[in-house]
């Protein structure tokens, strides 16, 4: 079984080609939390004896979009009984601890996480100073390495090479043992400084900067209603043919400002002049 959670598609890519490998059809989370009101707060599912279980999506400041929390938080479920669950999370760089965030929430279920890799992608995070898209040529290399990196990962989950920042390379048994945790440490990108970045700037960037919303529709918007279509929670709605964002619910995925046909959408002055980007596979 397949969660997703995705903004301009690359973590939809991911979740695309491990339902390919492991003959499973990728389940949205924003999809099943927009259900939320009608399934009574509860989000129940079924695992099967032999049945694996992903949870795929792009880091948010070095830790687990809020969206994916609260589905784990809902979901429920009939049949587990310690299969594998692993995490397949995609970055511009790096994810710091954000494992270790995940591995926490979902122990509060009574799951365990296997294993936890992570795949660089094109950044796509712009709407702070500092920050902004990857240089076309970047963008390409990244795109070009992401299916090697990926059938990486497939071996090692096959090879039952348990991946993350949990894993120990030093006082192992022998030199077979360490080997094999050394390369499952490189399948998952901590980075530096990750407490700073996953325990601080995480809690400040979850606490804070999703509490704003500067987004706003210029005078070049064709009100198409894309912006409205693919939000995810839903925040967009059209006020006569112009988007408006409610305040308090936007998590900040960046999906209606990259994937703006006309580039009508920015948020305050950050995003001037800044770079727009979605997977090529994203239509």
Known sequence: MIFYFTGTGNSLWVAKRLGEVFDESPVSIAGQLQNLESSGGKLPFTLNPDEKMFFVFPVHSWGVPKLVMQFIKHMQWKGYNSQPVYMVCTCGD??????????????????????????????????????????????????AAAPGRLQTIVEAINNHIAAGSCIVTGDVADATAESSAKKATALYAVGTHPVLKSYIVYWLFVTFALKQNKFEATKICISCGLCEKICPTKTIVMEEGHPEWERGSCVQCTACIHRCPVRAIEYGVETWKKGRYHHPDLK
Not at 103 to 111: D, E, S
Not at 116 to 123: D, K
């Open 94 to 143: 790096e994810c710091g601890y954000t494992d270790r965030i995940l591995r926490k929430r979902l122990a509060r279920k009574g799951i365990t996480l296997t294993g936890a890799y992570s795949i660089v992608m094109p950044n796509n995070y712009i709407l702070m100073k500092g920050f902004n898209t990857d240089s076309k040529e970047v963008e390409q290399q990244k795109l």
